[in-house]
């Protein structure tokens, strides 16, 4: 996968939108980061619960690792583009999404609540 994958993948969802943080591209929710692009290092990081983060790393090693000191405890992720699929891209940066959304518009993205 590329950086304008992950661009892509990452603009299709509900309300994101792109911006800039420390100089690397990141996409956003309402303001809120759930995912930023490395595209020197062919890396994204994405947020994801600490339980959710434990289980891709676990799984598939080559592709997930936790970033290193307090923002991987925080279930911050990298995920390595050279090694990775569109399903595993598209669902880890849903994963993200959902973790920063607003519950209201997860729900909604969902399906699972009526627009307001």
Do not use: C
Not at 5 to 32: G, N, T, Y
């Amino acid at each position: 996968m590329t950086p304008d994958d992950v661009r892509r993948l990452a603009l299709a969802l509900p309300e994101a939108s792109e911006s800039s943080h420390m100089k690397r591209p990141d996409f956003r929710v309402r303001s809120k980061i759930f995912a930023t692009l490395h595209p020197d290092e062919q890396r994204a990081v994405v947020k994801l619960t600490t339980e959710d983060q434990q289980v891709r790393v676990e799984a598939e090693p080559l592709v997930f690792a936790a970033i290193q000191g307090k923002w991987g405890l925080q279930g911050w992720t990298s995920v390595n583009l050279a090694l990775t699929d569109e399903a595993t891209l598209q669902s880890v940066l849903l994963a993200a999404w959902r973790v920063v959304a607003p519950k209201s518009l997860a729900a909604r993205a969902a399906g699972n609540a009526p627009a307001a």
